[in-house]
C-alpha cells in the first residue's frame, strides 16, 4: 500500500512539474508555414514551390522547459511581467499582436491584387481598440470591436474621429462594440493631454474586402503579429499571375508590408531564420537594416545553406523570384 502511495505522490510531482507554469514564456526556432495552404483564390495559377510564413516558437514557462532553456542557446527565457507595455498585460499584448495581424494580412492581399492589376476594393473597415492609454475614462478594451459610437455605425474608423471632434473634455460617448460574438454598450468621456484630444484609444483596423476573382483566407486563433505581410503579398501575387515566381522551390522570409509596399522590421529575426534553414528553405527574405544585418551574420557564421535576401520594399522580393527563377 505505502509503494502505491509513493508511485502517486511521484506522479503527481511529475505532473505538477510538467504543467505548472511560472510567469515566464520562452523563444525557441520555429519552422515554415505555408501560405498557399492558408489562402485560396478562385481559378488560382498552381505552383510547383511554396511561399511561407516565418514563425517564433513561444513555449509555456514549465519547469523542465525552463531547465531546457538555461542550457539551450537557441531558446531564450522572457518574463511575461517585463513583457507589459503601459496598459497592456501579456495577455491583451497577444490581443493587440492579433488585431495587428489581421490588419497587415487584409492590407498585405489588398496590395497583392493592386499590384498584380486585379480587383480589390475596401468595403468596410472592422475598427479594433488595440491600446486604451493610462489617462484614458473608458471601460473599453484592447480586443474589442467598435460598431458604433453615439448612435453612428463604424464602417470606416475615420467616422470615430469624425463623430467625437466637437464632443467638449469630460462629454460622455456611448459606444457600441462586439467582443466574443457578443455586444456590449461601453462609454468612454472625452480628454485632452497636450494637443491630443480624443478618448485615449488607439485603433487597428481590418480590411474587409470585394476582389475578383475571389479569396478565402483561414488562420489559426494561435497565430499573431504582422511580421506575415510580405510574405502573404507574395503568396496571393503567385495565385493571381500566370508565371510561378517560386521556380519549384521552397521561399521563406519576414517582414511586414505598409500600404505603400515598404517592408518594414520584426522581432524574432534568428529563430525565424534558423527555422527556415531547419526546413530547408532555398529563400529568406529580411527586412533591410538590423534584421538583415543580424541575418547574414548568422548565415556566415553558422555556415546556413540559404541565401538570405535583403528587401526595402514588396518589389525588390519579387524582382528577385523573377529574375531568379522565373524563364
Known amino acids: 500500500m505505502k509503494s502505491i502511495i509513493k508511485y502517486l505522490v511521484l506522479m503527481g510531482l511529475v505532473v505538477f512539474l510538467c504543467f505548472f507554469k511560472l510567469p515566464y514564456y520562452i523563444n525557441a526556432p520555429g519552422g515554415l508555414d505555408n501560405i498557399d495552404k492558408k489562402i485560396k483564390v478562385e481559378g488560382e495559377s498552381k505552383s510547383k514551390g511554396s511561399i511561407n510564413l ?35 498585460d501579456y495577455d491583451s499584448l497577444l490581443k493587440r499582436e492579433q488585431i495587428m495581424m489581421k490588419q497587415s494580412y487584409t492590407s498585405a492581399i489588398k496590395y497583392a491584387y493592386e499590384a498584380a492589376n486585379k480587383e480589390v476594393t ?83 483596423t481590418e480590411f474587409v474586402l470585394t476582389t475578383n476573382p475571389k479569396y478565402d483566407m483561414e488562420f489559426s486563433k494561435n497565430e499573431f503579429g504582422p511580421s506575415g505581410g510580405l510574405m502573404i503579398a507574395l503568396s496571393v501575387y503567385n495565385k493571381l499571375v500566370d508565371e510561378d515566381i517560386t521556380g519549384g522551390n521552397k521561399i521563406a522570409g519576414t517582414g511586414t508590408l505598409d500600404a505603400e509596399g515598404n517592408v518594414g522590421p520584426i522581432g524574432g529575426v534568428k529563430f525565424k531564420l534558423k527555422g527556415a534553414v531547419n526546413k530547408k528553405a532555398k529563400v529568406f527574405f529580411a527586412p533591410s537594416g538590423e534584421n538583415y544585418e543580424e541575418a547574414i551574420k548568422l548565415k556566415e557564421k553558422h555556415n546556413y545553406k540559404i541565401d538570405v535576401v535583403e528587401v526595402k520594399t514588396f518589389f525588390d522580393a519579387l524582382n528577385y523570384l523573377k529574375e531568379k527563377y522565373v524563364k
Not at 514563425?55 to 523542465?64: H, K, M, Q
Request: proline residues 2%; negative net charge; hydrophobic residues 35%.
Open 54 to 88: 516565418t514563425y517564433v516558437r513561444e513555449l509555456d514557462g514549465t519547469i523542465p522547459f525552463l531547465i531546457i532553456a538555461k542550457i539551450n542557446p537557441n531558446w531564450e527565457i522572457h518574463s511575461k511581467k517585463e513583457s507589459n507595455i503601459g496598459t497592456l
Open 122 to 204: 475596401i468595403d468596410e473597415e472592422k475598427c479594433y481598440v488595440m491600446y486604451v492609454f493610462e489617462e484614458a475614462k473608458t471601460d473599453l478594451e484592447v480586443g474589442d470591436l467598435i460598431r458604433s459610437v453615439d448612435g453612428n455605425k463604424i464602417d470606416k474608423c475615420s467616422v470615430i474621429a469624425d463623430t467625437i471632434k466637437d464632443k467638449k473634455e469630460n462629454e460622455n460617448i456611448e459606444i457600441i462594440v462586439e467582443n466574443n460574438k457578443k455586444e456590449y454598450k461601453k462609454e468612454a468621456k472625452m480628454i485632452s493631454i497636450d494637443d491630443f484630444k480624443g478618448i485615449g484609444i488607439q485603433v487597428g
